[in-house]
């Protein structure tokens, strides 16, 4: 059997290599080297060095507004929807009548696209404030609370469901020990529930992490980055340059390549820090 298998690994594996070298490697190495090249289209590019970088931090760009913006709504967003969702489980894991239902429709906003989800929510928000006599491109902090409103009502159900497959996996035996034990339920989430559903939480944090930082769809659709590019999350902010004059791409490209570095470093450190809490059971 094992040397079947090593015999026709190749041919198994070959269609899946060929896919992710043509679809991700090879553009990726590409996208790497137009950081460092002025072009309008791939053949045509000239390299330039770091210029597009320096162009970046010293020429008045809006990348650093950007940051500041995105980083800002990533924690709000991240820490919202996590203590909802996480409360949510919590309560729907308590045999209280309706469970499925109240599952079922939690999830839902989870399947639609944001596109869709972020013009639903323009609608909304804007009939809201048609009293004022505004609307949501009236103020970068309208357009900042509309995105972490829309973000939670997008994910919180999605991340509830992952919360209650980890409190579904603690023994119940556990509970009853420390029933027996006299802890108050706020000693039993402390020294119980969090610690075993730990996983739980790595794996949602860096899903809400991950998806906040990137969000492009929902942005552009919600505020499309007004007023004046002040609400522009970074990867708006990377299509508003790569897009927004000819012989801005290789700028454009080097914001992408920065977004990259800083998607894996965040991910990478909430892993490492949210891993080492996990216990063994």
Wanted: aromatic share 16%.
């Amino acid at each position: 059997m094992q040397k079947t298998l090593k015999r026709y690994f190749p041919i198994f594996v070959a269609p899946t290599l060929l896919a992710f070298l043509i679809a991700f490697a090879i553009p990726f190495i590409m996208g790497i080297y137009l950081s460092f090249t002025k072009f309008t289209t791939v053949t045509n590019a000239q390299f330039v060095g770091l210029y597009n970088y320096k162009q970046i931090f010293t020429a008045g760009d809006h990348f650093l507004h950007a940051l500041w913006f995105t980083v800002k709504f990533t924690v709000v967003s991240t820490i919202t929807v996590n203590v909802i969702a996480f409360c949510l489980a919590l309560l729907l894991t308590k045999g209280l009548r309706g469970t499925h239902f109240f599952r079922t429709v939690f999830f839902m906003p989870n399947l639609i696209g944001g596109i869709v989800l972020g013009y639903i929510w323009q609608l909304i928000i804007n009939g809201f404030l048609s009293g004022l006599g505004v609307d949501i491109t009236y103020s970068a902090n309208y357009g900042f609370w509309g995105l972490v409103l829309l973000t939670n009502w997008q994910l919180v159900g999605y991340m509830m469901i992952i919360y209650i497959a980890g409190l579904q996996n603690i023994s119940k035996e556990m509970y009853e020990a420390a029933s027996i034990d006299g802890a108050r339920p706020m000693q039993v989430l402390r020294h119980i529930t969090l610690p075993l559903v730990m996983p739980s939480i790595t794996i949602c944090f860096f899903l809400t992490l991950t998806n906040s930082f990137k969000m492009f769809d929902q942005n552009y659709a919600l505020t499309a980055g007004a007023p004046g590019r002040e609400t522009s999350m970074l990867a708006l902010d990377i299509f508003q340059t790569f897009y927004g004059s000819v012989g801005s791409e290789g700028i454009g490209q080097a914001k992408a390549v920065i977004f990259f570095i800083l998607v894996a470093l965040l991910a990478g450190i909430q892993l490492y820090f949210t891993r080492k809490r996990e216990v063994d059971v």
